[in-house]
Nanobody
Framework: QVQLVETGGGLVQAGDSRRLACAAT????????MAWFRQAPGQHREMVAA????????YYSVSVVGRFTISRDNTKNTMYLLMNSLKPEDTAVYSC??????????????????WGKGTQVTVSS
């Protein structure tokens, strides 16, 4: 059974940094493109960042490029999201997702195969 478990959320102040982690079990981690999505209240879920199976290719949404860094450690079956210079508009539930693909082929949440339950990140002004 595949499980994705996010950790690292919490309440931070604007300008702070935070690192999220997504631990995966039940799958061959390196075979999956991994991504972070977020959903704020009343908003659609959007992809924040993605990384391919070997970690050589990444994608960032315009809203986070230059502030967030996605990475993965295939020896630990874990993906990370380092969030710097956080803004109140970054407040959302952040979820990790896995797509059985060697490349970042989609930014659509419907195309991802497995999901974590999410972790809340709240940025106060």
């Amino acid at each position: 059974q595949v499980q994705l478990v996010e950790t690292g959320g919490g309440l931070v102040q604007a300008g702070d940094s935070r690192r999220l982690a997504c631990a995966a079990t039940g799958l061959t981690f390196r075979d999956y493109t991994m991504a972070w999505f977020r959903q704020a209240p009343g908003q659609h879920r959007e992809m924040v960042a993605a990384i391919n199976g070997i970690g050589g290719d990444t994608y960032y949404s315009v809203s986070v490029v230059g502030r967030f860094t996605i990475s993965r450690d295939n020896t630990k079956n874990t993906m990370y999201l380092l969030m710097n210079s956080l803004k109140p508009e970054d407040t959302a539930v952040y979820s990790c997702a896995a797509d059985l693909a060697n490349v970042i082929e989609t930014i659509k949440d419907a195309d991802y195969d497995y999901w974590g339950k999410g972790t809340q990140v709240t940025v106060s002004s």
